[in-house]
């Protein structure tokens, strides 16, 4: 069933209002959430019919039939048809969530603050320098934070835009400076809350090169509405090219 | 104060809060099509003060409206009749219940004249937003108002718990046994059950949430935070996630708090109409107490990608997905018990159809919601808000007109007028559907909440925002419909209170005790109630019926 | 119109329903007769309620006003506990969980407090006075003298009940004095209710505790008043019952949360 909704994801993704999925997890979630909502429109449309004929049938004198025919029967169905898509989901959900990121993942930090989206790149010695709440200053051109006394911060640079290369898994590790912030890709069809006081690592695989929306779930204040980013997903070379091209420039 | 005067008192405190509720929902519905649209001697809705509509709307009617009518306003007004007592077990601790929420009201609604403006945390009220002033505007006086509010809310509540409980266990006439009692008794005995250890929780919460604000302490901050560009220090490493479980702990039972006295009075109306006994009495039974019982569970559903490990989510995902089962045997012994009856389609019995109708379709995209992976989508989208506006608000609201215009002969001696009652359901339910279907769709686009526009937005994410902008001007356009569509009912209310009264003691031929000729009696020699049988006997044929209060002995009424 | 009621098809899964049969009783049913075993009850076995009839109209038996506040005190109680087990889940979740540093390590902060010792003494204290509250209690109940001021005989029973209360009173402000002294102990120690986080709930707890006794305290002044002042023995029974259960609950639940004060931090 998978199979007919990916390979008809198309005609689908043009009928319902999702928009495109750019991840490889994707069409797999977008399946399940297809299904499901094929399920819940065919029990609508049933209940609804059965309430209205129900209604217009003629009353019979005899007594209702046996009700384990009418209660339990019906309920039985219902539960395992409930247990099957619990059991599916619960498949994707631990393919999404119980395992970290690989090795070779691309790592990525997000920083949330009120109301700006930033993201901050290891460079080449893959380890992230030491961030400290004292040293935040926007204004200055540190957003994050960096210490620039710790040595794995020199190589380490902050952009307003995530840009990732496709094909590859990417491992973010979300922070907030202040209130809790919600990290979401629609397009990526990926969700993740920011909360201060935590360090919470999702991953992902992008496929599709291509600007995305990010924007923020979860009410943080009166620039909740305006606390977008954007996502661009470039072929490996390109990704390549902007990497070094940053890694120069922001380089402290 | 007598308990009849309460329920009254009540519902009147609840209707104030229903029409300033839906008032600030239609201006956040103008905002949103409409963001240039300058509010009359106002201006335009600044952002904050969208959020401020957004949390004042929640607060008043999930609190305000859902929590008090159904359950205090109805069941002041009717428990002590249906269960055959003339009085309910602490009068004075009800009256106190009263005052302190018409206290709570009052405060609540002083906050957006407060300097900073209402709070802008939502009825949620997460921290650190809610827990530091700095973070936002309303978040000092503003919030420190909603606070108390709800603390108030939260000690009145227990106390009218309290007395519920405690009328339903006690005062129960002769012959009303447990097996007897009507659903409706169930649906209120279960969700006073639920409240207490619920708004408990609450009440704790908001204690340590006050701490954090005004006594410097660390229950829900972290060591560190940088807000506005000044870093605040915390003495404790808290974490706000302890506030997101204390809350949901309250927060989910709260909205069963605010649908199971409907569903019981729904079974009620829909047996008593289709002139049948209530399939599955007693499975009904027990599924309403499961409902509540599982409901305990099931909080961290709402916090499936908030920063909980992926194992818990795991197991809130199975525990939300079991509540899915006492769920539809309710609904289908709704069906069941209509299912060829001829029913009469009184208003009353229209608006508990209306009453299923709603809660199956908001019903079925909970499932949808209590996956996780489908979640980490979904999650507070317009889906979520599309499935609760569903399933507590509009089934919610059908409720308290079932109620009204079922129990209108009993409390005002006169019947509403059918016709018009019958216009305004149709266009109620015509307008509820066209208002909140459409919010599937623009959710399943990915529209968050607590947006205060959709446009303006550069980039990707405001192509993806605006692109929704056609059905939020259909959203808001049918809310102002459904908003209007409420008037056949005042001009019902209004002209049937000034005929006179009529006579007719049981013009519904129902079989329950509030019904009895001596229910609400205030003559201390009148005979006290006594029951004889359990509710919805009828005959095969639907033609003859015996009522709770009368003897077996005795020949059985017709119709 | 038929009158003749056709009952529906009897379920076969259930017994039959002998609640039809006139003059047969539901056993279990409704609201059993307040049975006074003490005084002879005049149930005559078959549970029924069918002998009410002689009942004065309109009146509650002491019995019944009873059992109705005793169950409403229970309900308040079963809340008030929601309210401390909250706390306490938020204890266990604050003292096991840690955060992430600077440097990416995970640390645990939670420094135990030390309690005063005088909090030994104050449950001590508190034990007693539950202890002379339930002798207050037990003595408002004891039959023959109950009768006697049942009637109007003078109050051998209020009088006795005062003095054992105004016990319980003495005892209950010496806790809560003792209570204050832990307090001013730990604040010139510097460890104030800010100071970290199990000082936190250190204060939180008791002050949460301390403020349920002085209700406490005040339930048990109203107690004393009724005991003077009203007319009816039973509403005076009433009062005593109602105060002494709740302070065994927050005597009860004092114990609890010393013994997690104390080994569980």
């Known amino acids: 069933m998978t199979h007919f909704f990916q390979s008809h994801g198309f005609l689908v993704a043009s009928i319902w209002p999702l928009p495109t999925d750019a991840a490889a997890h994707g069409p797999a979630l977008d399946a399940q959430l297809l299904l499901n909502l094929w399920i819940g429109l065919a029990l609508l449309a049933l209940a609804h019919i059965l309430v209205i004929v129900g209604l217009a049938k003629r009353r019979t004198h005899t007594p209702p039939r046996r009700q384990a025919l009418i209660e339990f029967l019906p309920l039985a169905a219902l539960a395992i048809l409930f247990a099957f898509l619990a059991t599916r989901a619960e498949a994707l959900w631990e393919t999404a969530r119980y395992t970290g990121p690989s090795r070779s993942a691309l790592q990525v930090e997000v920083v949330g603050m009120q109301f700006a989206w930033y993201f901050r790149y290891p460079g080449p010695d893959a380890t992230f320098g030491v961030a400290k709440p004292e040293l935040v200053a926007p204004g200055e051109g540190n957003p994050v934070g960096i210490d620039p006394t710790d040595p794995h911060s020199a190589d380490d640079f902050v952009s307003s835009q995530l840009v990732l290369p496709a094909g590859r898994e990417v491992d973010l590790r979300l922070h907030s400076q202040d209130v809790i912030h919600g990290f979401s890709v629609p397009q990526m069809r990926l969700k993740q809350n920011a909360v201060p006081g935590q360090d919470i690592h999702i991953h992902f695989t992008p496929t599709i090169p291509g600007d995305y929306a990010i924007l923020c779930t979860q009410l943080c204040g009166l620039g909740h509405y305006r606390m977008t980013a954007t996502l661009r997903v470039l072929p490996e070379a390109a990704f390549e090219v902007w990497l070094t091209q940053h890694s120069k420039s922001g380089a402290r | 104060m007598k308990h009849r005067t309460l329920g009254f008192a009540y519902l009147a405190l609840s209707t104030a809060a229903l029409l300033a509720g839906t008032t600030l929902s239609l201006l956040m519905r103008l905002h949103l099509a409409w963001p240039d649209w300058p509010l009359p001697l106002h201006g335009p809705i600044l952002p904050e003060e969208y959020l401020g509509l957004v949390t004042l709307h929640g607060t008043l009617m999930l609190f305000f409206v859902l929590t008090i009518a159904p359950l205090w306003g109805f069941g002041s007004l009717i428990l002590p009749a249906q269960i055959g007592s003339r009085r309910m077990a602490f009068p004075k601790l009800n009256s106190a219940a009263f005052w302190l929420l018409t206290a709570s009201l009052l405060i609540v609604c002083a906050s957006p004249f407060v300097p900073g403006g209402t709070a802008i945390s939502g009825w949620t009220a997460y921290p650190p937003l809610s827990a530091v002033a700095s973070a936002g505007p309303g978040q000092g006086l503003g919030m420190d108002l909603w606070l108390a509010s709800i603390a108030l809310f939260s000690l009145a509540t227990c106390m009218a718990a309290v007395n519920m409980l405690t009328t339903i266990v006690c005062l129960r006439c002769d012959g009303m046994a447990w097996h007897r009692l009507p659903l409706t008794v169930w649906g209120w005995f279960t969700a006073s059950l639920l409240s207490l250890p619920s708004f408990a929780v609450l009440l704790a919460a908001l204690v340590l949430l006050f701490c954090d604000r005004h006594l410097h302490t660390g229950f829900f901050l972290p060591a560190t935070l940088v807000v506005n560009g000044i870093v605040t220090h915390s003495p404790a490493d808290g974490s706000p996630l302890l506030w997101l479980h204390l809350f949901w702990f309250f927060g989910h039972p709260e909205v069963y708090i605010a649908v199971l006295p409907g569903m019981g009075l729904v079974s009620m109306v829909l047996a008593n109409f289709a002139r049948r006994r209530v399939f599955a009495y007693r499975l009904m039974i027990a599924v309403m107490v499961l409902i509540g019982g599982i409901g305990i569970l099931v909080w961290g559903h709402h916090m499936f990608v908030a920063g909980l490990s992926p194992f818990a989510g795991s197991a809130f995902a199975i525990s939300s997905m079991a509540i899915a089962v006492p769920a539809s045997a309710e609904v289908l012994s709704w069906i069941a018990t209509v299912w060829g009856s001829r029913a009469r389609l009184t208003t009353s019995m229209l608006f508990a159809l209306g009453f299923v109708s709603l809660f199956i379709t908001g019903g079925l995209t909970g499932p949808i919601l209590a996956q996780p992976i489908l979640d980490q989508y979904l999650h507070n989208t317009f889906f979520v808000v599309a499935h609760f506006h569903l399933i507590m608000a509009m089934a919610g609201v059908f409720g308290l007109y079932l109620a009204t215009y079922y129990w209108f002969p009993l409390i005002a001696s006169r019947t509403l007028n059918e016709r018009l009652g019958k216009i305004h359901f149709w266009l109620t339910i015509f307008f509820a559907y066209s208002t909140f279907l459409p919010m599937h769709i623009t959710g399943l686009a990915g529209e968050p909440r607590h947006y205060a526009q959709l446009t303006g937005i550069i980039g990707p994410s405001g192509t993806l925002l605006s692109s929704t902008m056609p059905l939020q001007r259909h959203i808001t356009v049918s809310a102002l419909c459904l908003a209007l569509a409420q008037i056949p009912f005042f001009i019902n209310l209004w002209i049937t209170l000034r005929s006179p009264a009529t006579s007719a003691s049981n013009p519904w031929d129902a079989t329950t005790m509030e019904w009895a000729p001596n229910a609400f009696s205030e003559d201390p020699a009148a005979p006290e109630p006594t029951t004889h049988v359990a509710p919805c006997e009828y005959s095969l044929d639907g033609e003859t019926f015996h009522p709770q209060w009368q003897p077996v002995t005795q020949p059985n009424q017709p119709e | ?265």
């Open chain 3, 1 to 265: 119109m038929p009158t003749i009621f056709t009952p529906p098809q009897v379920d076969p899964r259930r017994k039959p329903d002998h609640s039809h049969d006139p003059g047969e009783g539901d056993h279990g049913s409704g609201r059993r007769p307040p049975i006074d075993k003490r005084t002879g009850g005049s149930d005559n076995g078959d549970g029924d309620n069918e002998n009410w009839n002689d009942r004065p109209v309109g009146s509650r038996g002491p019995r019944e006003r009873l059992s109705q506040t005793r169950i409403g005190i229970a309900s308040a109680l079963a809340g008030d506990m929601m309210f401390f087990i909250a706390i306490i889940s938020a204890f266990f979740v604050t003292k096991g969980s840690g955060q992430i540093n600077h440097y990416g390590e995970y640390v645990n902060t939670w420094h135990p407090t030390v309690i005063p010792t005088i909090l030994r003494l104050n449950t001590a204290v508190l034990v007693l006075s539950s202890v002379t509250a339930e002798i207050a209690r037990r003595s408002m109940f004891r039959e023959n003298d109950a009768m006697d001021e049942w009637i109007g005989l003078g109050k051998p029973i209020s009088r006795r009940a005062a003095i054992w209360l105004s016990a319980t009173l003495a005892l209950g402000i010496a806790f809560l004095a003792g209570q204050w002294i832990a307090w001013r102990q730990l604040a010139a120690e510097h460890v104030y209710f800010a100071s970290n986080a199990s000082s936190h709930f250190f204060y939180i707890i008791t002050v949460a505790h301390a403020v349920h006794l002085f209700l406490g305290l005040v339930a048990l002044v109203a107690a004393l008043l009724s005991l003077r002042a009203s007319r009816q023995f039973a509403t005076r029974q009433i009062w005593v019952d109602t105060t002494v259960w709740y302070w065994h609950a927050m005597g009860g639940l004092w114990i609890f949360l010393f013994i997690l004060l104390e080994f569980f931090q």
